[in-house]
């Protein structure tokens, strides 16, 4: 079990190093959307050389639209408003508004799948919604924070949470390298207008290699190996380690901070998380 634990934490450490590391990328003169771009597509030779091996890369027809439309929303949409949020509002501001995703997840679900919003759910959306604001009124570094960056950050955690609603179509009955496979070129081609290719420091593409390896396929492929260890609830928050990793890298490498009432808010969307999954894990014992 020990194992299990270990492994999800690496994953959670991995994925906290998304926003510095496309900062990284973003200061050496690479945009935001060719970051995202960049990543889907390094990541795509691994998962494709991985479903290759386990002789997994063929997907029905009315599975292969949903995959494309998965990659539209869940690759071209998460990978592409995540930067773009670090881009704004930087690293921290960006992982903490990702993590609104648990709440996203509770509405969609009522709405689409038919479960129960029950009063741990609400309480959990209402502390979502109180933490937005207290970042939104707080701010970062300065006091300051852009309009964008709250649009930005909020995409993603939608985005994110439609991962999981797509996840019980598809990744259900395929594994994740298949799925991968197909959606990652799907939302890397929808990228290609934002933004014009040009030459980029070895640096640009030293961050988005390691984004691609490390923070996509690695990251992944540790969670998914925990999972067969632990609960799923108990991987979930520790998975909610991320945004704190990410704030400190954040706070370490580029001098990122909260306000007070931006910090209060942080803690009341990460207690939201908590709170979601908690809740879940109540309903099913």
């Known amino acids: ?3 299990g634990y270990a492994l999800v934490v690496l994953a959670a450490l991995l994925w906290g190093m998304i926003g ?4 990284y990328a973003f200061q050496a003169g690479m945009p935001p959307v060719e970051v995202a771009f960049w990543r889907a597509m390094l990541a795509w030779v691994l998962y494709a050389g991985h479903a290759v091996a386990l002789r997994r890369v063929v997907i029905g027809g009315r599975d292969l639209a949903l995959v494309a439309v998965f990659g539209v929303v869940c690759i071209f949409g998460l990978f592409g408003s995540y930067v773009l949020a670090v881009q704004e509002g930087g690293a921290a501001l960006a992982s903490v508004l990702l993590y609104t995703a648990p709440a996203w997840v509770a509405l969609m679900a009522w709405k689409i799948l038919d479960e129960r919003l029950t009063a741990s759910k609400l309480a959990a959306v209402a502390a979502t919604i109180l933490g937005v604001a207290g ?6 570094a300065g006091g300051d924070l852009s309009t964008g960056a709250v649009f930005f950050g909020l995409l993603s955690g939608v985005t994110y949470a439609l991962y999981y609603i797509f996840g019980k179509a ?3 009955r395929h594994a994740t390298p298949t799925v991968f496979l197909y959606a990652l070129p799907v939302g890397a081609a929808c990228m290609l207008p934002f933004f014009d290719f040009g030459p980029r420091p070895p640096s640009a593409w030293i961050s988005c290699a390691v984004l691609a390896a490390c923070s996509t396929y690695g990251a992944y ?3 998914y190996a925990g999972l067969r260890r632990i609960e799923a609830s108990r991987a979930a928050v520790i998975a909610t380690i991320e945004p704190v990793v990410a704030a400190l890298l954040a706070f370490s490498f580029f001098g990122e ?13 990460l207690a939201a998380v908590l709170m979601t999954i908690l809740g879940g894990r109540r309903a099913c014992t």
């Open 20 to 23: 510095p590391l496309s900062k």
């Open 135 to 140: 970042i939104s009124l707080g701010g970062g």
């Open 1 to 3: 079990m020990f194992t």
């Open 257 to 269: 901070s909260f306000t007070p009432l931006g910090y209060a808010g942080s803690g009341l969307i």
């Open 170 to 172: 598809v990744l259900a």
């Open 221 to 223: 492929s540790l969670y």
